[in-house]
């Protein structure tokens, strides 16, 4: 058998030129400025403040709103003259939300971010009798911990379930989840309910030699664009390779993380 010869690549003349970006029109990105700081602001503004906040003055800042106005992007109101989002932009906005998948975009996230925490990360959402683990990628150091998709994750001993604990707006349907586990009455305990008042302080809940010695996780929540819980992610790993500060590598990582699939879901996070 002959060997398959390597092709020679031919120098045919001047490489093409770079690609440049698309290119757009000025005028609409400046005024997008404008929808962005309504956005941003999360209220109706005077046309000063509005102006301010766009970076441009009140009398540049007019004939957008005009503009706006007519497409239903901006509504003023009548008495007070102050400008908001109209009601092509919440249509917008409700078509957006619904468009998007909450689990497909934290599951794109899940191994970049095992390899920058270094531990194996997951991502959660609520069943219909509690947390269910639904996506773990392994980071580079195994850990032999029994993770995989469709576990239930406890309200109690895990850092999954006490992000679920402490956020999920319904107390009766916790309530009921750690039943379940055989916890029932545990959110009046008051232990158990100055923990969960840390976690919603932090947007952080550790575990550390809870579960499993030698085992400690880190968790975060997610939240949509109605600022309802949507999904909990998780790094788990070794306790003495996991740091639990809340202002740890690990933990920023995660942080990060959790407030940009909260911003891609429409939430107004920090």
């Not at 055989?182 to 932090?202: H, V, Y």
């Not at 590598?249 to 699939?261: F, T, V």
Request: aromatic share 4%; hydrophobic share 45%; net charge positive.
């Amino acid at each position: 058998m002959h060997p398959i010869p390597h092709p020679i690549e031919a120098d045919t003349g001047p490489h093409p030129k770079t690609a440049r970006p698309s290119r757009g029109i000025q005028s609409v990105e400046v005024g997008g400025q404008l929808l962005k700081a309504l956005a941003h602001s999360g209220r109706r503004m005077a046309l000063k403040d509005l102006a301010r906040a766009a970076g441009m003055t009140p009398a540049k800042a007019h004939p957008y709103l005009v503009s706006f106005g007519k497409l239903g992007l901006i509504v003023q109101e009548p008495v007070s003259g102050h400008y908001g989002l109209g009601p092509l932009a919440m249509q917008l906005g409700l078509i957006s939300l619904q468009l998007v998948d909450p689990v497909a975009l934290a599951v794109a996230e899940l191994p970049a971010l095992a390899q920058q925490t270094g531990c194996t990360v997951s991502a959660a959402v609520w069943g219909s009798q509690g947390p269910v683990i639904v996506r773990v990628e392994h980071g580079p150091m195994p850990v032999y911990v029994a993770m995989r998709h469709g576990i239930p994750a406890s309200l109690r001993h895990t850092g999954t379930g006490k992000i679920f604990a402490a956020f999920h707006p319904s107390r009766a349907a916790v309530q009921a989840a750690l039943a379940q586990e055989g916890l029932a009455g545990a959110l009046d305990d008051p232990g158990f309910a100055a923990e969960l008042d840390t976690i919603r302080a932090q947007g952080l809940s550790r575990v550390q030699n809870e579960l499993l010695p030698g085992i400690s996780a880190l968790a975060v929540p997610v939240f949509d664009g109605f600022g309802a819980l949507a999904l909990a992610i998780a790094a788990i790993g070794p306790s003495q390779m996991l740091d639990l500060g809340p202002h740890s590598p690990q933990a920023r990582a995660l942080s990060a993380a959790a407030q940009g699939l909260s911003r891609r879901l429409g939430s107004r996070v920090a």
